[in-house]
């Protein structure tokens, strides 16, 4: 796989939340360069009885493999206080997952591609489909646009006022 690959990228945290946030982009503008950020929307912890996650999807062009960006992103999450000794659904400092890896299908280095929960979970897929709706699913064949148009699971999400590096990269909505 040489040259330069376009990978969606999912960042959700419930602890601390702004902190992580910018310390989860500030690493990954460092890492990529320029950075396509989607709204930062505010969701119900889901699967656990927990505080509001706040989530957001970014694209990135790279061309390291699978196995790098997972490490990376790792480490990135420990470097951020992210334990892995608690239970799956439990709150967390940061949790970054790679979402797509160009058109790429299948377990690649113990990485499912593409992953599943972008089709479960509104904090996934709304994000998404906000920076990338023409994008095509590599495995459905629908776009991430329209695949939050026929999403109708009921999770909740709001968009909420976030600014990054002087940036407004997020507006809440208005009544």
Known sequence: MA??????ISIGTNVD?????IA???ALKEW??????????????????GSPFLNLVVGV????PVAELSRRFKQLEADNGRRRDVPKFSARTLDLDILTY??????IDGVELPRGEILKNAFVLRPL?????????????????QLWQDYSTGQKLWPVD??????????AATG
Do not use: N
């Open 129 to 145: 489909a906000d920076i990338a709706p023409e994008a095509m699913h590599p495995v459905c064949g629908k776009t991430y646009g």
């Open 3 to 8: 040259g330069s690959v376009r990978v969606y």
């Open 61 to 64: 062009d790279t061309d390291l």
């Open 32 to 49: 990529f360069g320029e950075l396509v950020i989607s709204p930062v929307y505010d969701s119900e912890a889901v699967g656990f009885d």
């Open 24 to 26: 989860a982009l500030d």
């Open 162 to 171: 976030f600014s990054w590096q002087g940036r407004q990269i997020s507006r």
């Open 102 to 107: 160009g058109d790429v299908v299948g377990r």
């Open 17 to 21: 939340r702004e902190r992580y946030v």
